[in-house]
């Protein structure tokens, strides 16, 4: 089993950045990846960056590439997400998975709100 807890959101506003991270605890060896989602009001869940456990390579979201980053500290058990640019469409629910693909994320935090005004 792995427990995932996200800190760091928060009100923001637009062009402003934020870093959020994510604490893990546990172990499940069938996890290759983890990843970061958010999920705005009214809409579906949605990617917004995945990193593999194993040599870091990671796959953003559509047009997140160039704003947002996903990184891991292996020795501390922790991924980030530094959010750069941001813009009021940003403003979601933002989730840490972990799991063996991206439509497969076995394990999720509670979220934490990120809120970019304009």
């Known amino acids: 089993q792995v427990q995932l807890v996200e800190s760091g959101g928060g009100l923001v506003q637009a062009g402003g950045s934020l870093k959020l991270s994510c604490a893990a605890s546990?172990?499940?060896?069938?996890?290759?990846?983890m990843g970061w989602f958010r999920q705005a009001p009214g809409k579906g869940r949605e990617l917004v960056a995945v990193?593999?456990?194993?040599?870091?390579?990671?796959i953003y979201g559509d047009s997140l590439k160039g704003r947002f980053t996903i990184s891991r500290d292996n020795v501390k058990n922790m991924m980030y997400l530094q959010m750069n640019s941001l813009k009021p469409e940003d403003t979601a629910v933002y989730y840490c998975a972990a799991g063996s693909a991206p439509a497969e994320m076995q394990y999720w935090g509670q979220g934490t709100q990120v809120t970019v005004s304009s």
């Open positions: 546990g172990s499940d060896f069938s996890i290759t990846i």
């Open positions: 990193i593999s456990t194993s040599n870091d390579r990671s």
